[in-house]
């Protein structure tokens, strides 16, 4: 089969302050150098979990929350723990989901809040490390990594860390830090931990581990786990993570970094959670196994969608995933990862620019120190985007197939538009 | 006049990961080598603004939010400006709130949204310096300065910038970074920048430039101007704080820290600081000049009551303000700030660890970059705090001023405990 051969240079400089989360701009019309389709921009490129709205919006006053006007008006909460900023009702809620969830050991550990994961990605790269070290720890994790990792490691120059790439090449000698994301963003994969030295500290990036993306095999039980309320419940515009921490130390330092970085973490977000989480843990409600029961089914539809119609051509190809038992819904179970990491088996040398120029804007391979033939696409957005999303990846592929059966040019292929 | 000289080492250590806003733990009984007091601890020792909780209560369903189940689940909210995670009615709230005090432009002005100011003033550190420099830019406050200024700017030893205290005596050459509080946070004086020279940058912390706190006297209209929910209204919990940007590239860069930083600021806490800043500005609901009113006569009566305790006698003083002619509230106005910046004109070293021993919990001076006869104690707090405090305040006084009459030592004074 002929295959087409698209160079293109990187759109973006190598130090970029643009946002990821910025809409792009719509390109001028009939500007087909740009891009080959006159159909709206479909923004794949983060997570954003509106996918889970539905649920949410059928669930009715339940979680609703009301704050009166002098609510929340201190710093600091009751809590009595470690982290004097927590709320006490979603400490219980925290510990009460994984209960039920049986996805993390939180008995004696200490349950920390950040404004979202990510913060305390931060936090924990503080309380593992120390100042006056010969040089900055390195920070690895196996490739395909999460792409902000890197950029969060490195955007203040510290000396406590410093990123050091992918843990499957890592050779340097010292105290080492390696980010385990299971299941792995983007690509779905459940990883151990890779470089296994003496003098390494592991974070466990917990994201993903919720019955709808994948079967819920054991009780995690890691020195630092972290999760987020954006991706187990699908509400990230409340900014809320948590970190499971077994060490009273680090979890004081950690807790120290949110201190001086924002003095807490909001206390509306955190009492929603704590309702919306609590809620689901309350089997009398029955919200629980219902929001599970629905997120697994809307993300094992939409796996479906996808792999259908990448199987009508070989022009692209997804990873497979092993069934597995699952001890929350008592079944044998495929993960759904919240991510398609979609390969182009052409010779398309960046999927990412190339899907660009359809307004398809994916996540590209290199920025998870990966190759660029792959793209991250978000399988957690609304309905409408989704299947506008699998729509012009079919007419992709038929245009792709036809061109090259009919020995179609590239400047040819230009004018043909894509809706 | 016979004095009493009491010499103590720091209970801390040089570097410490212990909260300054956990309570410390009650001393046990009859323990006088730690206390002299057998009441219960009084924490001032941070500006938790509680003291505005009665005002808030008494305006009932006025600024009540409702947040339904599906509400704010996506990151992105719909301002289409510079700060992509910024709500816009909070952005429209500000900008209004700013016109009806008159305390700042914003007209062609950014606002960005952070987690409180602090992740802003972080954020404008980022803004402010560049990687690749021959050392950190070096950043500045004059003395007294806010005293989590300098652990803030250091805890990540960043490259990018670094800690160099004192404004007044700064005279390294190259390119630095002036923080200028206005008022000032600890002792209320309004101050311009020290420095001066023309490769220096300015942010400038206006968290108490309030009608409550200080005579509005003209429209702020710096590079980079920080407030924040927690002073202005007394909602420390909600964790909200905004930035007025002039430069674009600036608040591109702010933003993109806290990107990096947290994803985002809590959309909840944006929603209601929306609704409750709105309030204040709608002169129809006649919020806001009942708020001001409330909180300036608040804090009048507050300095009234503690000018009269440290008349008493000459073993405290307090600074002196000049009144000013308010623009807001049309009237010539004395400044009565958010803390009290109290200094001992005794022998005593170090203020902070002797009214520790009397279970008074202030910040000492020397965490400010001044002398440690100076104790910052917060004016904000609950009414029952603030009156139990001016009355150990009172009994202190009494005690120190008879043992010294009567030649009492200071282990004599041990035993005489203070309610």
Known sequence: MATMTVKMSREEPAVSYASRYSLPAEPKENDTKSNLCSGPVILLSHGDPTGFKPFWR??????????????FMSYLTDTGTVCWFLEKELEEAIRQLHRTVGNAVTDDRHILVGTGSTQLYHAALYALTSPGGPEPVNVVSAVPYYSSYPEETNFLCSALYKWAGDAYTFDKEGPYIELVTMPNNPDGQVRGPTVNRNDGKLIHDLAYYWPQYTPITAQADYDIML??????????????????????????????????????????????????????????????????????????ERWTKIREVISRSRLFSLPKY??????????????????????????IEDLEIFLRRYKIMGRGGSLFGSDPKHVRVSMLGDEETFNLFLERLSSIQDTITNSNGNGI???ELERKQIR
């Open 58 to 71: 059928s669930v009715g006053d339940k979680c609703k929350v009301t704050i009166d006007s002098c609510d």
């Open 227 to 300: 999760f987020t309320f954006s991706k187990s419940m699908g509400h990230a515009g409340s900014r809320i993570g948590w970190a499971v921490v077994k060490d009273k130390d680090v979890a004081i330092k950690m807790t120290k970094y949110i201190e001086l970085n924002s003095i807490g973490v909001s206390r509306e977000s955190q009492h929603r959670a704590a309702k919306i989480l609590g809620a689901v843990s309350d089997s009398s409600q029955c919200i629980g196994a219902n929001f599970f029961e629905y997120g697994k089914s809307l993300m094992a």
């Open 322 to 347: 092993m069934e597995e038992y699952c001890q929350f819904s008592g079944e044998d179970t495929e993960p759904h990862p919240a991510f398609a990491w979609l390969k182009c088996n052409n010779d």
């Open 409 to 411: 040019k590239f400047d």
